[in-house]
């Protein structure tokens, strides 16, 4: 798969809070779409007072899977929703147990072999999800349990329906350790990853080809940024610059020598895009919100070496959040103007076709109200 995202919850723990919370009833109004703006949003069901949109795949115009967590009752539950071309409805996906579960990111390679990963909660530890979707339902497919501690997964990518890689974190007490699974075609199985000083959190992967995949995150022993490369044999570190405290929440790769990871830096308050060449990474600049207090990346879509779409939030005064969208034409970064549905927004992750439609999903509240699922689209500016 040429193109991945990842939510922020994998990593940003203020962006996190966003997902569950209400909006002050006293939150001034929201801001209106710009007549500029070549994103429009489209109605989204909901399942329960609560629901986010965590990651999203388009395969074609017709066929846009998003999948995240709604709460129909007392305990989130996963969920999964399907564009057909001219409408999203939710698809029935199977929980693990009574407690909470949580898909967060998604990829697939055609309409009837598709992954989402997550986490569940088993009544004492977070345990990694996996489900598959083989053209008629989603399924849960076992994954191994990694220690006694937590063990959630963050993002997958496939190569192909018998290579497929997965990320996130173990939490075997003390530090956050780096997972990484594979997918063999018949089953699960942890891969050895290495960590920063002894620590490390997988956010996102992505796959060029079988020996040649990214996955990123960030160190906590360090505050830093975390790139990891797979190379057919073995998970090696690459260095990867830092701005204060910085981390990654996205990647994607058009190519082994052009692969694109997002997120934050200088402690969120800007936003962060670091390039791989084939050589090295290096830090390009990304506009940012002139009254944001916090500019965060989520996720990002590499469609073409001259198009590149990076999608996250800014976060106003008043604790107020508001969608980012922005775009690599080939020499620069530039912001697109995108809807805010509601008092408070974000986007957590975007894709889109090398030619026609782009989607980026998230959430949205009103005032007084919990978090529900937003997805916009664009046919490009």
Same mark, same amino acid.
């Not at 409805?89 to 598709?114: M, R, Y």
């Not at 076992?142 to 997964?153: C, E, I, K, Q, R």
């Given at each position: 798969? #040429?193109?991945?995202?990842?939510?922020?919850? #994998?990593?940003?723990?203020?962006?996190?809070?966003?997902?569950?919370?209400?909006? %002050?009833?006293?939150?001034?109004?929201?801001?209106?779409?710009?007549? &500029?703006?070549?994103? @429009?949003?489209?109605?989204?069901?909901?399942?329960?007072?609560?629901?986010?949109?965590?990651?999203?795949?388009? =395969?074609?115009?017709?066929?846009?899977?998003?999948?995240?967590?709604?709460? %129909?009752?007392?305990?989130? +539950?996963?969920?999964?929703?399907?564009?057909?071309?001219?409408?999203?409805?939710?698809?029935?996906?199977?929980?693990?147990?009574?407690?909470?579960?949580?898909?967060?990111?998604?990829?697939?390679?055609? !309409?009837?072999?598709?992954?989402?990963?997550? #986490?569940?909660?088993?009544? &004492?530890?977070?345990?990694?999800?996996?489900?598959?979707?083989?053209? &008629?339902?989603?399924?849960?497919?076992?994954?191994?349990?990694?220690?006694?501690?937590?063990?959630?997964?963050?993002?997958?990518?496939?190569? !192909?329906?018998?290579?497929?890689?997965?990320?996130?974190?173990?939490?075997?007490?003390?530090?956050? +350790?780096?997972?990484?699974? @594979?997918?063999?075609?018949?089953?699960?199985?942890?891969?050895?990853?290495?960590? #920063?000083?002894?620590?490390?959190?997988?956010?996102?992967?992505?796959?060029?080809?079988?020996?040649?995949?990214?996955?990123?995150?960030?160190?906590?022993?360090?505050?830093?940024?975390?790139?990891?490369?797979?190379?057919? !044999?073995?998970?090696?570190?690459?260095?990867?610059?830092?701005?204060?405290?910085?981390?990654?929440?996205?990647?994607?790769?058009?190519?082994?020598?052009?692969?694109?990871?997002?997120?934050?830096?200088?402690?969120?308050?800007?936003?962060?895009?670091?390039?791989?060449?084939?050589?090295?990474?290096?830090?390009?600049?990304?506009?940012?919100?002139?009254?944001?207090?916090?500019?965060?990346?989520?996720?990002?879509?590499?469609?073409?070496?001259?198009?590149?779409?990076?999608?996250?939030?800014?976060?106003?005064?008043?604790?107020?959040?508001?969608?980012?969208?922005?775009?690599?034409?080939?020499?620069?970064?530039?912001?697109?103007?995108?809807?805010?549905?509601?008092?408070?927004?974000?986007?957590?992750?975007?894709?889109? =076709?090398?030619?026609?439609?782009?989607?980026?999903?998230?959430?949205?509240?009103?005032?007084?109200?919990?978090?529900?699922? =937003?997805?916009?689209?664009?046919?490009?500016?």
């Amino acid at each position: 798969m #040429r193109s991945f995202h990842a939510t922020s919850c #994998r990593l940003i723990g203020f962006a996190s809070a966003f997902f569950m919370l209400t909006v %002050p009833a006293s939150a001034p109004a929201g801001a209106a779409t710009s007549p &500029s703006s070549i994103w @429009h949003i489209t109605p989204t069901p909901n399942i329960g007072p609560l629901g986010t949109l965590a990651s999203v795949r388009v =395969l074609s115009s017709s066929d846009v899977w998003a999948v995240g967590f709604s709460r %129909p009752g007392t305990v989130y +539950k996963t969920l999964a929703e399907h564009w057909d071309g001219s409408s999203w409805s939710v698809v029935a996906t199977p929980n693990v147990g009574a407690n909470w579960n949580f898909l967060e990111s998604i990829g697939g390679i055609s !309409s009837n072999d598709l992954w989402a990963v997550g #986490r569940f909660f088993d009544g &004492s530890s977070l345990r990694a999800l996996a489900e598959h979707w083989n053209g &008629s339902n989603w399924s849960v497919v076992p994954t191994p349990v990694v220690g006694t501690g937590d063990n959630a997964l963050q993002g997958v990518t496939p190569v !192909s329906g018998d290579d497929v890689w997965a990320v996130g974190y173990t939490h075997p007490g003390g530090n956050f +350790k780096t997972l990484t699974e @594979h997918w063999d075609g018949s089953a699960w199985t942890v891969v050895p990853s290495p960590n #920063r000083l002894h620590e490390g959190n997988l956010a996102a992967v992505t796959a060029v080809s079988s020996n040649d995949v990214w996955a990123v995150g960030a160190s906590g022993g360090e505050d830093v940024t975390l790139a990891e490369h797979w190379n057919g !044999s073995a998970w090696s570190i690459v260095p990867t610059p830092n701005f204060g405290e910085s981390g990654f929440s996205g990647v994607a790769a058009a190519s082994s020598a052009d692969v694109w990871a997002v997120g934050f830096r200088e402690s969120g308050t800007k936003t962060l895009a670091e390039h791989w060449d084939g050589s090295r990474w290096s830090a390009v600049g990304t506009p940012n919100s002139g009254s944001g207090t916090n500019n965060v990346l989520t996720g990002v879509a590499v469609l073409s070496s001259t198009d590149v779409w990076a999608a996250g939030f800014s976060l106003q005064s008043g604790a107020l959040a508001q969608t980012i969208t922005e775009r690599w034409n080939g020499s620069a970064w530039h912001t697109f103007v995108s809807p805010n549905a509601g008092d408070t927004a974000q986007l957590l992750a975007v894709d889109g =076709l090398a030619v026609g439609t782009l989607w980026a999903v998230g959430d949205f509240a009103k005032a007084g109200q919990y978090a529900q699922a =937003l997805a916009m689209t664009t046919n490009r500016g």
